[in-house]
């Protein structure tokens, strides 16, 4: 299977973090020409912009807003929360998308965290928090992780990687951390009732700027990052553009067969290509692993997830 059906999403509304490129560009035009209303949550507003003008060459009709957001800063994730609760709109599907990957030397976010784990993870983790009371009984929360959450472990000891940093490490442990978060969030959901499905999805070996941001992130030359990845997209089989990339993500979040709790992937190869699949589950995502991981997360962020939604008070909700 090399598409998907997407089904009609008309009235709907969608959250993609990280919309403006890559894997979350291509799922919000998914989204958008499927009639959902998309808010492109992204860091850059002017890019966010001009990723609204993009879609709309191809969709003229796409209702599209940009809401900004810095995943690295809790201040600028709260306010997103905020806005968009006191906008009172139900959300219909959150896709958790935006990341960096293996910067070449250890950043902090503006709270003082890792900047792979606090970006990719702790970020994602409080804007669903926030958003919580938005999400309709029957909402969809899909987790963007990577093959290279197989190679993670959650360090409780190091979790900001202050002791020993390994850009790959790092990013390995973030991804990880991701994956459970939507394993435990569906757990949480069907325990209280919460009506959310989660699941999370991985977009194998796909062609992206993450794979240029990340490793030029403090100065590295991006003109040589460039020409080293040129060669390695040119090995048959490995790598696959952004339209099929994006496959086990949008099937996670809009097929009405894909399950909570669940991981999907590419179909082919070491999972690296091809259509959407169910995707294999690292061993150290495991249950006990993931509750803890929760605890801790909430601690860190100063943000809880209320056991009881009110979604008539949503104004007061998702509070640190």
Known sequence: MTDINVPDLTGTLAVVTGANSGIGFGLTSRLAAAGAEVVLAVRNVTKGTDAINRI????PAAQLRVSSVDLADLASVRALGERMRTDGRPIDILINNAGIMTPPRRDVTRDGFELQFGSNYLGHFALTAHLLPLLRPGARVTTLSSLTARRGRIDFADLQSTRSYGPSR???????ATLLFAQEL????RRFGWGILSNAA???????NLQVTGPTHGGRRERLTRVVNSLSYRIPGMWQQIDTGILPALYAAVD???EGGAYYGPAGFAELTGGPAPARVPRAATPETAAR???VSEELTETRFSAVV???????AGER
């Not at 790092?170 to 990880?176: E, G, M, N, R």
């Not at 569906?186 to 959901?189: A, F, G, I, P």
């Not at 991985?202 to 992206?208: D, E, F, L, Q, Y």
């Not at 009110?310 to 007061?316: E, I, L, N, P, S």
């Open 202 to 208: 991985h977009p194998g070996a796909t062609v992206t």
């Open 56 to 59: 709309r060459r191809h969709t």
């Open 256 to 258: 009405p067969a894909a």
């Open 293 to 295: 991981l929760w605890a």
């Open 186 to 189: 569906d757990r949480r959901s």
């Open 170 to 176: 790092s990013y390995a442990q973030s991804k990880l």
């Open 310 to 316: 009110d979604r008539d008070h949503a104004g007061q």
